[in-house]
């Protein structure tokens, strides 16, 4: 990681500490910002949190990719997801 900026890596370790405090890549379904089409896994541990968008939002942290000009914080709906989980 040490040839990416700053806040690249502030951005990959953010979205760890999301993962450690339970949140799930948001895109799991499609994994629409890797251009991919859906994680291997089942959807065994998504679970809807009330408040946040059902279908894909690119201004989650915790998408399962992500650029290398990130700004490394939380969006608006992880915000909403740690507040009504904590």
């Given at each position: 990681?040490?040839s990416?900026?700053?806040?690249?890596?502030?951005?990959?370790?953010?979205?760890e500490?999301?993962h450690?405090?339970?949140?799930?890549?948001?895109?799991?379904?499609s994994?629409?910002?890797?251009?991919q089409?859906?994680?291997?896994?089942d959807?065994?541990?998504a679970?809807?949190?009330?408040?946040?968008?059902?279908?894909?939002?690119?201004n989650?942290?915790?998408?399962?990719?992500?650029?290398?000009n990130e700004?490394?914080?939380?969006?608006?709906?992880?915000?909403?997801?740690?507040?009504?989980?904590?």
């Amino acid at each position: 990681m040490e040839s990416y900026s700053t806040s690249t890596n502030q951005q990959v370790i953010t979205h760890e500490i999301g993962h450690s405090l339970g949140l799930r890549h948001t895109d799991w379904f499609s994994r629409q910002s890797c251009g991919q089409s859906g994680e291997p896994a089942d959807p065994d541990g998504a679970v809807y949190i009330l408040g946040t968008p059902e279908g894909y939002d690119s201004n989650f942290l915790m998408l399962s990719c992500f650029g290398a000009n990130e700004s490394g914080n939380f969006g608006y709906n992880d915000e909403v997801a740690l507040e009504y989980l904590y």
